[in-house]
């Protein structure tokens, strides 16, 4: 059976590793830090400049100068540190951000990716993505296998303006996870319980090739 | 070095229709809502405002949207406001939309006199359109200018009589660096503390960039997304 | 997120003859005089030093200058020094001279990810050789190249498990920009706090950047000019 | 007579102006400080760091911590702050320093500056002073009108390695003040008590224009 979005965030949440600094993005990226595993310690950054993200507030704790970049109302954890948005970018652009997980509405299998803008819509802006895909050296998309009318967001090209080209390493999806190889295309890595590699085949526009380890998540 | 004035209406006494003006905040945190409201009550129009976002409906820069004194936005994102979308689909408004990242480093390299410098960000994509390419060690990188205005407008926690400021927690965003960008830079503070009550390690910004500040009132603070906690 | 390590010693383990080392200070002023001791100790060879200056005989950089360990050094001004200057002229010791605020920048981009940047610093003169001109706005500007080293040593005032640092009056110069752009950054402090007792509001250098962090012992923080008042 | 470096530093005090923020170099231009106008008030900025400078300690008040770029032991005013060298350099860069005094071994008549190398001889770096000279908005020059050898400092070229080109706006020395006006030379404004504009005349090397209203400094 296909994972829920909390499925998803809770696969993304096994690629932590202890001592890492990571950057979530609005979503499904924003729930990964609730399946944080026990006995490692991460630290969370925002880009509009915070180290050490903690949980939501209490109602008493709600603090109006203390939003992450998704503009909620969020707590800091000790070892927290604030600086100005110049500073934070430094730190993504600089390479110091382990990890970087974020939302998609295409992804091609050269690793491209498009999340800000559908031609003839109201534009809202790119906020920092083009900069954290541009400078992340690891980055996870997590997204949808498909968009609403069914059709696959793994494709062999972006039809959507582009974020930024030949960054994303890693989808993952309520149906799989993939990894991407330049020049070679998706490797479907693990499957979803229940899910098979032909549905996935299926549900994948972009060049397919199933790993010989092929596995299911263990979720 | 007495930087003081009296309050957002001296502050704001000279700027004209047609300048351009940098605003901190991200989001509604940190927004110098004084001299928003002066701003609106002088009327002055035709303005360019560098700011990341555009406020809400009837807050923030939401203000001057509705008053129409916005001739252009450049910003990162601009979503959460309906007057906004109105004004851009009617081709009553322009904007320069500008990765999050670049849009800073612009602005604080404005304030470190490099009037150009080289990022990863927007390669590949449709921001790159008429930019320099230059590769370094393989990677590709855009050439981007330094962003300055004729009016920095920032809002910092405390700030002292020398223009030397504080700011807490997330509200320093934007507003560090654009304080640095101004060619006139102005301050409000939530509170004007004596020279020399601030500590010389712990200044975000320097009062040498600083040209008037002056104590605001009545912070309303507003929040976008409360998000609670469930316990 | 523990970063802390023994010493000195154990800090520096993995130099090895040939590494590109960043050292903080300014003259004798914040300079890591442990990791320094530790360095001479290890008799690690064939280092090229980053650093504003070279110390003075017998302390700071003099320390491994005198034992022959830096095969170059990077500096703004290196004249307090007599047995540099036998080496310099004797051809054993390689220096390359650059001017404080170009350097301090290099260093400064190298943490921003950022390349290249244009500064006007040396345009017109013999730095000038050999780079790219460019005029912005009718000045002239030259092209400079971020500055990266395997190693960052940098001597704070206080740290945390985290390794957030945080500096006490003028020894910040050259200290912030480095722990940036190592690849490997050291930090020594004087006093170790835990986490959570530095206010996230008023940290120099977010732990981020560092990669150790250990409490130095016998800070000698000898002076260079000790300048009286004249009463 | 002509002033000694006391003197010279005292007619420099009379181009501070309230408000200003100033960098002093080593040697005269570190002497200025004694003599800041009363009523006027400064902000002495060191590039190694701080705005704010104050008198040197006491014994007592040193501090290991606490230096300017001369790497001698200084104090602070209130309303001082600390900051590390990049940015330092970045609000020189930023043309926020109003004013810079500094010591040169030659200047030429278009504004050219050479403080730092001798050939042949050990060159111990430049320092700041490329940075300086380079972004300062308003560069006074304090140093002799010429060198020990009796040769004039004050040259239609200079003949020593360049530290910038067309910066120097004033030059200030024990004999005279003068102002330099790109394309046309140094104009002498004015002179030292009883030194004769005959003497300035033969002791500059470079094209120099007596201005009309040429008078005698008032130290």
């Known amino acids: 059976m296909a994972l829920d979005k909390y499925g998803i965030a809770k696969r993304i949440a096994q690629e932590l590793q202890d001592g890492m600094y990571i950057n979530l993005g609005i979503g499904i990226p924003t729930l990964v830090a609730n399946y944080i595993p026990e006995g490692i310690s991460v630290m969370l950054q925002s880009e509009n400049g915070m180290l050490g993200i903690g949980p939501y507030p209490t109602e008493e704790e709600i603090d109006a100068d203390l939003i992450n970049a998704g503009k909620e109302t969020v707590t800091v954890i000790p070892g927290s540190v604030f600086f100005d ?37 109201m534009v809202k802006g790119m906020g920092g993505a ?90 | 070095m007495n930087k003081i004035v009296a309050d957002a209406t001296t502050a704001i006494h000279d700027i004209q229709d047609g300048a351009t003006i940098m605003l901190g905040g991200f989001g509604l945190c940190g927004i110098p809502e004084n001299c928003i409201r002066a701003l609106a009550d002088k009327n002055v129009k035709e303005l360019t405002c560098i700011s990341n976002n555009a406020g809400v409906d009837e807050f ?13 936005m450049m910003s990162s994102y601009v979503g959460e406001n309906a007057e906004f979308e109105r004004q851009l689909l009617n081709g009553e408004l322009e904007v320069d939309l500008i990765p999050q990242g670049t849009l800073a480093t612009r602005i604080q390299m404005a304030g470190m006199g490099i009037p150009a410098f080289f990022t990863p960000a927007g390669y590949g994509t449709e921001i790159a359109q008429g930019k320099e390419v230059r590769v370094f060690n393989g990677k590709h990188y855009l050439m981007e200018h330094a962003l300055h205005a004729d009016f920095a407008i920032v809002k910092a926690w405390k700030g002292d009589p020398a223009g030397n400021l504080l700011f807490r927690k997330t509200t320093r965003n934007f507003s560090t660096s654009m304080a640095k960008a101004g060619t006139i830079t102005i301050a409000e503070v939530e509170e004007l503390v004596p020279l020399g009550a601030l500590d010389p390690d712990q200044i975000h910004v320097a009062g040498i960039y600083v040209h008037r500040i002056f104590q605001g009132n009545q912070y309303e603070k507003r929040i976008e997304k409360r998000t609670v906690q469930i316990k």
């Open chain 1, 85 to 121: 948005s110049a500073e934070s970018f430094g730190m993504i652009r600089a390479g110091k951000v382990d990890l970087t997980v974020l939302g998609a509405m295409e992804v091609s299998e050269k690793g491209d990716i498009a999340n800000w803008k559908i031609p003839n819509k």
């Open chain 1, 130 to 219: 083009m900069d954290l895909v541009a400078s992340a050296k690891n980055i996870i998309v997590a997204m949808m296998h498909t968009n609403p009318k069914g059709e696959s967001k793994l494709l062999p090209e972006c039809t959507l303006p582009l974020t930024g080209v030949s960054c994303v390493k890693k989808v993952i999806t309520e149906l799989a996870v993939l990894e991407i190889e330049p020049g070679v295309g998706f490797i479907l890595k693990e499957t979803a319980p229940g899910v098979t590699v032909e549905e996935v085949q299926t549900k994948t526009l972009g060049k397919l090739i199933v790993s010989p380890d092929v596995k299911e998540m263990k979720i």
């Open chain 2, 60 to 72: 923030g820069l939401g203000i001057l949207l509705k008053t129409r004194q916005i001739k252009k």
